[in-house]
Nanobody, 124 residues
Framework: QVQLVESGGGLVQAGGSLRLSCAAS????????MGWYRQAPGKERELVAV??????????HYADSVKGRFTISGDSAKNTAYLQMNSLKPEDTAVYYC???????????????WGQGTQVTVSS
């Protein structure tokens, strides 16, 4: 009942930038969490950055490996999250997955949705 569509991945040289977008659609009453995880070949999926809704504009959290280089932001009116990635390194190469949690309008049940993933490749 909730779909996440990611875009913005691609191939970039080390030191370059990319911006990922994740748009949520469906029977959404509210979203209280949106974030990005990534999975490199042969490795487990890891958290990259998340944004949590809150009364003071929410809060964001980052993996230590991306702090100072990546910035997550959200547009609540569009149910969309963005991940601005700067100073990219070859070790950032992975499939990036968007995830969102919130409440459905139809049943007021909670949802936990995942996108299909978008490839980010950073060449050295």
């Amino acid at each position: 009942q909730v779909q996440l569509v990611e875009s913005g991945g691609g191939l970039v040289q080390a030191g370059g930038s990319l911006r990922l977008s994740c748009a949520a659609s469906g029977s959404i009453s509210s979203i209280n969490f949106m974030g990005w995880y990534r999975q490199a070949p042969g490795k487990e999926r890891e958290l990259v950055a998340v944004i949590i809704a809150g009364g003071s504009g929410g809060s964001s959290h980052y993996a230590d490996s991306v702090k100072g280089r990546f910035t997550i932001s959200g547009d609540s009116a569009k149910n969309t999250a963005y991940l601005q990635m700067n100073s990219l390194k070859p070790e950032d190469t992975a499939v990036y997955y968007c995830t969102s949690r919130g409440v459905l309008t139809t049943t007021l049940a909670r949802f936990n949705a995942w996108g299909q993933g978008t490839q980010v490749t950073v060449s050295s």
